[in-house]
Each structure stands twice: as C-alpha cells, then as structure tokens.
C-alpha cells in the first residue's frame, strides 16, 4: 500500500559503490590530475577489453568522441551525414562541428534504430557513384559517414549496414553511447561493424566518469590517429603539430572513477537487465502499453527501461507523481529540434509515433526490488 511517506525514486542515477574514493585520493596524493596518469591507460585497457578488444581512446564526453570520429574518419565541410532522427541532439551536433550537415532518417520500429532497408533505397535512388564515395545528387554534397545510433543500449542491424557501407563506399561510424555491454549476434561493440564507435560515460549512463566518453575500434592505425588528434596532433616533444587536434583527452580523475566502475561492470549491467526483465514481465500483458522493442540480433545494453504508452498518457503521469516516482519522457526527434528542423531528411512516420509514447521509468542500477515493485505497482493502478 502506498503510505503517502515513501521517498522518492529517482530515474537514473549513478552507483559509486567501489573503489572510486580511494581511486580519487591516490590521484590528489600522486598529483596526477590531468590528462597524464595511470588511470587513464588502465581504464583504456578495461573498456577494450569489455568492448571485445581493440583499441580504446578516451574522450572528454561522448560529444567530443563523436565529432573526433567523425573527422577522423574525413568528414568535413559541405559533407552529408546519415543519421536516424531520433537520437540524442549530441549525434547531430557533432555532425555539424564537423561542418557536415545532418542527413535525417526514420528509425524501424522493432529496434528503434536506424531503418538499414530505408538508408539502402534512399542511397539508390538519390545518390551516384562519385570519387569519393556515393554524392546526393540533387545537392551535389558527398555522404560521408552513416552514424547508426545504438538506441538505449540496442546495437543497430549492423550486418545489414556494413553491407550497404560497402555497397555505396561510406564508412560506418557508430553511437553507441549507452551500448557499453551489448552485442550483436554475439559479436561485441568492436566487431560489430563499425569503423569506430563511440561511447559515453556522462552521469547518467551505465558506467560513469562523472563526464567522459570513449572512441573504441579493431584498426590500430585508425585508433592511432584519433589519439593524436585528440591530444592536439603534437609531433614531438617540443611544440610541433602536423595537424588541426583536439584538446579533447579526458583526465587522469576522471578516469580514476571510471575504473571503478569497470572493476564492477558486470555488476552494473547485470541490474540493467534484471530492470529491464522485471518491467517488460509485468506489464506485457496490460493494454495500451507496450513494451521496449528486442530484436533477435542484439543482446540490449538496457540503460533505460520503460514503456511505450497508447492512451492515458496524463493519468499514468499524474499517478506516478503521486507516488513520487520519476519519470521521464525521451527523445523529441531532432527535425522538431530548432537546430534541424531544416535538415534534409526522409519520411519520419515510425519516429513521429514512438516519441510520443515513450515513458522511462525508474533505471537506476542500484535500484532497490522493493522500490521497482512500487513503481509496477503505480503503473498496474492506472492500466490494469
Ligand atoms: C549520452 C549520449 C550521448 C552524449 O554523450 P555525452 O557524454 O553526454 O556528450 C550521445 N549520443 C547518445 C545516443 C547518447 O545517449
């Protein structure tokens, strides 16, 4: 019974349950606090090794691992992108730090990710084979990158992706910002297709760095030009740089706490998915909600879970404020966002609905059974 005195049950918030304290005084007591420190190093090496080996290169937050990708796989002035539209704003603003504009696409509704059928019949139809890969015809801009987005931890349908990467000759670069942890078809992150994919540790996601993000890969030689260019493309040891870099390297505290974090990654991920089994069996059978999508080839990070909510949309959130249980809608598509909404693009149908019936419920890795049963139990009350 609700009691009226409970507290209150947040979204999604971080768990810093290990080593991070002490991490975090060793970085003080050695004065290693910036971007040169062991901890950065080692948390490179765990997050390759979670991601299924390669290379990784940590980044101040994902935002600035998407734009360093992104240029460093040659997307510049006047390029087109290929993204979905519903993404997080950071997908499209490190396209456009790029110079590069934004080429908006539908998702498919049994992943929420990039529609691979879509990318493939628009890439036929409104682009040529040019020098350098496939050019929009109409615009005359060359496609220089398709950036799947690896919705809520759920790998996009990559084999699909690669094969149209190669098809029309435009490298595949991933956001996979909150899919630390997830496969597909049993492959990890850096064998998934993708010439670089780009991770996130933001407050928020699965694991944190408080802010921070990752470029993982298998091409040591891609890897290694993303790590100069994001310590400012220095030369040597006097002030010498051979390029245009980055001062985009996260720090040696921040990566302190991302290594405790690691040490209890499968600690973290596996609560994720226990949320998310615990929501999708309780609520599969009520009407007018259903639940997130889980296409046969992805093992789903589940950074958030929730609901996808047909009719009684104000009851269900009025209830659940009640309760003192938040919650959250998701992402509004970015061709309704100011920056893009004259960005080119496909048609949006599966976008425009889904949006609109997003709830994210509760997510926390540390959260408590009994607090996850209050929060089904406030749902059930509105559409049992
Ligand atoms: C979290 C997230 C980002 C942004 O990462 P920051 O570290 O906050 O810059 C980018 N893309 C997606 C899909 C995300 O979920």
Redesign the pocket.
Known sequence: MDTGFHRTISLVEPRLAGNEARYLQECVETNFVSSVGPFVARFEAAIAECAGGGECVSTS??????HLALTAIGVGRDDLVIVPTY??I??CNAISHCGATPWLFDISPESWTLDAGLVRATLAAETERGPHGAVHKASGRRVAAILP???LGCPAHMDELEEIAREFDVPLVA?A??ALGATYKRRPLTRMGAKLSVL???G??TVTTG???AIIGSDARLLGRVRHLAATARAGREYDHDDVGFNYRLSNLSAAVGLAQMERFAELATAKQRIRRTYDHAFCDLSDVSCFPAPAWAQHAC?LSGILVRARMDRLMSELERAKIETRPFWKPMHLQAPYRGAPRTETKVADSVWQQVVILPSSSGLHEDDQARVIAAVQRVFA
């Open positions: 937050s994902g935002t600035t691992g998407l993404t997080f950071a997908s987005v690896y919705t956001d910002a909150a996130s540790f933001n928020n996601k802010g921070g993000g950074w």
